[in-house]
């Protein structure tokens, strides 16, 4: 059972590139995440699903797309990546409406340059 | 969105109990009452949440108060392992509920040896 599992772990973009950061979850969980966290903050909802098919916005979306075509799995996409982006980028997942636990990936460390 | 407010930063020694507390006084009826902690370098775990009854596990325990307008998360002997940046996140439960965590600053634990 891997829980929630982020790809890649790093990356270093440079200013305009474009990446796609995969997150999947084995738990058979309805809820998904993205957050940004940078260095010294708590971390800021960027993008969240709901159930497949669905997604919307969190508190800081801007720059960023996302995608929940399978149940499994949430995609955040950076069209035209910017050194604001530079951060620590974790993706959660839940099962029911906020009476259990989230369960959250290891991070992914992304640089833009 | 219901607030809460935690201490910036903690000290405490090894071995000793540990009383994080957590202010929400526009808490509502419908608000649970979830704490997270994250280990440096590592994504957020789940440690407990309550809703009005005081709650234990394994990990620690949760006494609200019984106007529910703050609550304390108790470590009832901290290890060296327990620094961490410790979350009082509110979570409103119902139909609308999309299980969000909206992170604060958080109490920043340091145990001392």
């Known amino acids: 059972n891997a829980g929630v599992t982020q790809t890649p772990k790093f990356r270093v973009l440079k200013t305009g590139q474009s990446m796609t950061l995969l997150c999947a979850q084995d738990?058979?969980?309805?809820?998904m995440y993205w957050y940004r966290q940078d260095p010294g903050m708590g971390l800021r909802l960027i993008h969240y699903?709901?159930?497949?098919?669905?997604?919307a916005k969190g508190e800081v979306p801007d720059g960023y797309n996302v995608s929940r075509l399978k149940k499994q799995n949430f995609l955040l996409g950076l069209e035209s990546a910017a050194p604001s982006q530079t951060s620590v980028y974790f993706c959660?997942?839940?099962?029911?409406?906020?009476?259990?636990?989230?369960?959250f990936g290891q991070g992914t460390r992304l640089t833009v340059v | 969105d219901a607030k809460t407010t935690q201490p910036n930063s903690m000290e405490s020694n090894e071995e000793e109990p540990v009383h994080l507390p957590c202010n929400h006084s526009?808490?509502?009826?419908?608000?649970?009452i979830h704490w997270y902690r994250q280990l440096p370098s590592q994504g957020p775990e789940y440690v407990i949440h309550?809703?009005?009854s005081n709650v234990n596990n394994r990990m620690a325990s949760l006494a609200i108060a019984e106007d529910r307008k703050s609550s304390t998360l108790i470590l009832h002997r901290a290890t060296l392992r327990d620094a961490a940046v410790y979350y009082c996140?509110?979570?409103?439960?119902?139909?609308?509920?999309?299980?969000?965590?909206?992170f604060g600053q958080g109490t920043t634990l340091q145990v001392k040896p």
């Open positions: 959660a997942s839940s099962y029911s409406q906020g009476t259990t636990e989230a369960f």
């Open positions: 738990m058979n969980h309805e809820y």
């Open positions: 699903s709901v159930g497949e098919g669905t997604t």
């Open positions: 526009t808490i509502s009826g419908t608000d649970y």
């Open positions: 309550g809703l009005t």
């Open positions: 996140i509110l979570l409103t439960h119902g139909s609308s509920n999309t299980g969000k965590l909206i």
